[in-house]
Structures are given as structure tokens and as C-alpha cells.
């Protein structure tokens, strides 16, 4: 097998990876009205996945789970978002299960999604 070859499995094991990750965090997110225990569990899978893949997680699940619990989070049931603007723009996640705190910065991702888009 060339380099060439493997290199392209690699990349359709990603591929397939980052899909896997999206159908569980999406049937996360429709799962948790009636079983939050489920979403967590997609969300477990979903992370071991993507830590096995060595993919990135997409921008749009990032922050829809705990970083200590890994509780999925919807804003508003089970976490609280915040804006602040000191001292400088970013977001503030509360996990409401575990009570861990996760801050974003508000500009880089504004500028991570232009240069995205
Ligand atoms: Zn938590």
C-alpha cells in the first residue's frame, strides 16, 4: 500500500468520524426534551469518536456540552449563557448539572467564522 493510498483512507476515516459526530450530537439535541440521560450518552460516544478520529469537534457542538460532565447543554434548561464584555468580549457557559463555568472569547470566533465562511 503507498503512502499516497493510506493517506487517503485516513482521510476517509475522518470523514466518516466527522459524521458520526454530527448524527450523535444531532440526535442529542432531539433526544433531550424527553431523556437528557440519552443526550449524554450520545454526547460520550460522539467525544470518544472524535478523540479516536483526532478530529476537531464542529464549531457548532463545541459548546452544547460540559467540558467537566459532559452533559449535553441547552441554554436556558440545563445552562445558562451570558455575554460579558470585560474585560474583553466573551461568552460565559454555566453547566447547570455540574456547575463548571466555560468562557469564550467573543472576537476570535467572529473572526474564526469569516475566515471559515
Ligand atoms: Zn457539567
Redo the contacts with the bound molecule.
Sequence with gaps: MGRRTRKKEQGEKKRVARERVETLFTLAERVFPYSPELANRYVEIALAVQQKAKIRLPRKWKRRY??????F?VPGKNARVRLRSRPYPHVVIK??????IMRYPYLREKKEKRRAD
Design positions: 460540559c467540558k467537566r460532565c459532559h452533559s447543554l453547566c447547570l448539572n455540574c456547575g463548571h
